[in-house]
């Protein structure tokens, strides 16, 4: 279906065609296969992983608002900055006062952080997260910064698979770690958000992809969004389960921390 | 020596503690201490493992003279320009008939990549590579594209300490992989080309760099430069020897070629 080979004449997919094409990227290269993440649904991490992961994942939720902002500040379609400024809105959160406990994704990630033990100020300097952590997000800036602007739009559709992989996460944290509950409400907020946006980002993009080379390179940029989720819990694995060899300067978990923390 | 809290009444460091405080970034944080060139100088590397480290640092070299063009584009002193060009020679040598042996860093890097048995166009496609490298070998041109202009310069100072590990190299990959001998011209050119240009960048930096925290930062990006290394070498490590997982869509060894290939 989606062959990188194409010609000018290779015709349009349809909506359900690219729609398949996309989903099928997702079942081969979405994180939801990675082994970090299968170890963690099945109980198996150590709360010193748990909280090297809830550390650089930090990171990757402190640039998706920069992310969506450099998005934003390409389009000059009033409408679809209109719809898309709700990102930034959902990441950050409103400075409303009585609503401070689900105020913005990023806040929602550090008390998920720090119902991992770890210190919000610390989280909040990304203090220790692994180098590659920030090479690796920082692609993702660099990709909507430089490829064409469908392409930019299609990078967030890994959102078409993150309310499965959130909703079994949340099940499965519940279950082995039950000791992380009060840190959930980032997922909680993500369940309903991540689908909404996809919704409208993979609408976007099939109206405004007109081509079958540019409906490929949509294609292709997902699959790169994927490798950038991927190369991170590549980055996290290595540091901390296996070898387990941070590498100079990173957070290293602290001799309390290394038993297996669930209970399943 | 090279505290990172510094206030505005901190001294200058001389040349001499400058380049000491450089030397210890590189004591530190220098790749000749990670465990992948570790293996590879003690003979315990397959074939196959040394095509993916050619194959992946391919990348890496193909995009110095990037970085050298972005550092040549910052500056507004032709007499800095005339110096530094001379890196994007060395890298891409001359049209110049009859030298073609010899014929810039990339094709000396190709001609080691063909040596490890690796199809010449497959690496100059940088096909298979791990997105892990594509992503960290772009932090380098983000670093070069967005920090001031002395921090550029220094983080060209892994050149300080490149000497003595090619120097080892050289000795190690000839004992232990002696069919690899016929690929090793790009390492006796960098003996000579890294002292040069490092010599000029120290200078550089440190008639510059005009504050103790100009220096720190340039101390900073040392550091950082040595990270994008080490990182690289973690997503081989991770990839292709231990747990050995390469990424969907990777470069995977071929079956004959999983025998150690050392004879040491």
Same mark, same amino acid.
């Given at each position: 279906l989606?062959?990188?080979?194409?010609?000018?004449? /290779?015709?349009k997919l349809t909506f359900d065609e690219l729609r398949e094409a996309l989903r099928q990227v997702g079942e081969e290269r979405y994180h939801h296969r990675h082994p970090f993440h299968l @170890?963690?649904?099945? &109980?198996? =991490? /150590?709360?010193?992983? @748990?909280?090297?992961? +809830?550390?650089?994942?930090?990171?990757?939720? /402190?640039?998706?608002?920069?992310? #969506?902002?450099?998005? =934003? /500040?390409r389009s000059t379609d009033s409408a679809f900055r209109r719809a898309w400024r709700k990102r930034i809105v959902d990441h950050d959160g409103t400075d409303k006062a009585g609503d401070q406990q689900r105020n913005g994704g990023i806040l929602r990630w550090i008390k998920l952080a720090e119902a991992? &033990? =770890?210190?919000r100020e610390r989280v909040e300097r990304a203090d220790g997260i692994l180098p590659a952590t920030r090479f690796i997000g920082n692609e993702y800036l660099n990709l909507v910064r430089t490829r064409p602007f469908t392409e930019c739009v299609a990078s967030s559709l890994t959102e078409l698979f993150s309310h499965d992989l959130i909703a079994l996460r949340m *099940?499965? @944290?519940?279950?082995h770690y039950p000791w992380l509950a009060s840190g959930l409400d980032y997922f909680e907020a993500r369940l309903?958000?991540?689908?909404?946006?996809?919704?409208? +980002?993979?609408?976007?993009?099939? *109206?405004? +992809?007109?081509?079958r080379a540019e409906q490929e390179g949509t294609i292709q940029a997902l699959r790169d969004k994927? #490798?950038? =989720?991927?190369?991170?819990? #590549?980055? @996290?694995?290595f540091a901390y389960i296996e070898p387990g060899w941070p590498p100079p300067g990173a957070f290293r978990i602290a001799d309390g921390a290394h038993e297996q923390a669930g209970r399943g």
């Open positions: 989606a062959s990188r080979t194409v010609t000018e004449q /290779s015709p @170890l963690m649904h099945e &109980g198996k =991490l /150590s709360r010193g992983q @748990l909280q090297a992961w +809830a550390l650089n994942r930090y990171y990757y939720q /402190s640039i998706i608002p920069i992310k #969506d902002a450099i998005i =934003l /500040s991992t &033990g =770890l210190d *099940e499965k @944290l519940r279950q309903t958000e991540a689908p909404e946006d996809a919704a409208f +980002a993979i609408q976007y993009v099939f *109206e405004h +992809a007109t081509t994927c #490798d950038i =989720l991927w190369a991170q819990l #590549d980055a @996290l694995y």
